[in-house]
């Protein structure tokens, strides 16, 4: 199956021109698996080891120590290893990986995961504050609630309260509690998509994108109430669109941008992009330059960034 026409026209006009074959063709092969280690249950050297015994060939992530790389015909072997079984390594791809260590929480501190399941996100929290302070998680979805919390507890998870409720309701109920928020927004996973899983596809509309831009809008809202002064937001997605990226944002600074800053996202590769200026009428608030689109390669995924800061009273 092919990339839905309106998605690839869309493509044409956010991603650079030269750069657009490239990165359509990375939606046809499978991607490379990549992982990290559990530092809550084992070490980089520990695992190392365990992959060797099992024959499993690995690559080093150069800039994410405990972050590996394998080929796709491999991931079967790994998922039938001794530390897979006992939660000490996640199958994850790297740019879920770059937004806690954009998030950067410290022991001790209190982080709120706003839109949590199936908790990837979560766990590599839990592991940056080594099993301190207080990770609260939320998603309001049954099913995907009880997949997080079987993974928070395979994975020797001990300082996160989970709850299932609409991430909407939390900024009110709480207010001002969390010293770091991720908010990786609900959205239409274009970045997801793979032309040999038709399925991955089946749901997106241009108009679906649209629809989530009014969720995502009050989201990062109930984030900005339930964010103390000084305290860091990392907003995030696995969209292209403006809509659900951009606009959002722009929308949350149209409001409180006079309490709020944007912080610049260094990332440790190449394959990033500027956000856009303007969208069809709409024009971008200029602080939101500070964010990044990766785009996606054979190894990573495509995703939307944007670091921000609640200024002190
Ligand atoms: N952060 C997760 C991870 O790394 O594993 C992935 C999160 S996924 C992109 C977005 C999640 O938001 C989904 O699990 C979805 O069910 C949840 N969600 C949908 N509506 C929501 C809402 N109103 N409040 C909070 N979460 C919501």
Known sequence: MSLPEAFI?????IVPREQLQTILKTFDAPKQVTFRVNTLKSSPIELEKELMVANIPYERIAWL???????????????????????KLYIQNLASMVAPLILAPLPEETVLDLAAAPGGKTL????????????SAVEPTRERFFRLR????????????????DGRSVG????????RIMLDAPCSSEARF????????????????????KLQRRLLLSAYDALKPGGKLLYCTCSFSPEENES?????????????????????FENIQKPLARWGKEIFDNRIQNA??????????????????????
């Open 150 to 165: 079987t993974n928070l507890e395979n994975q020797g998870v001990t300082n996160a309260h989970t709850y299932m409720t």
């Open 124 to 135: 590599m929290l839990a592991g940056m504050m080594q099993n301190t302070g207080w990770l």
């Open 292 to 313: 990044v689109r990766i785009l996606p390669t054979d190894t990573i995924d495509g995703f939307f960034l944007c670091l921000l800061e609640k200024k002190l009273c």
């Open 9 to 13: 026209e869309r493509m044409h006009q």
């Open 194 to 213: 793979k032309t040999h899983e038709p399925k991955s596809m089946s749901f997106w509309s241009v108009h679906k994108a649209k629809e989530t831009s």
């Open 65 to 87: 120590e405990g972050a590996y790389r394998i080929s796709p015909d491999d991931k079967l072997r790994l998922t039938q290893t001794d530390a897979f079984y006992g939660g």
């Open 172 to 179: 009110k109920k709480c207010p001002e509690m969390f010293d």
């Open 248 to 268: 959002p944002l722009h929308y949350l600074l149209e409001r409180h941008g006079e309490n709020l800053s944007t912080l610049p996202i260094l990332l440790p």
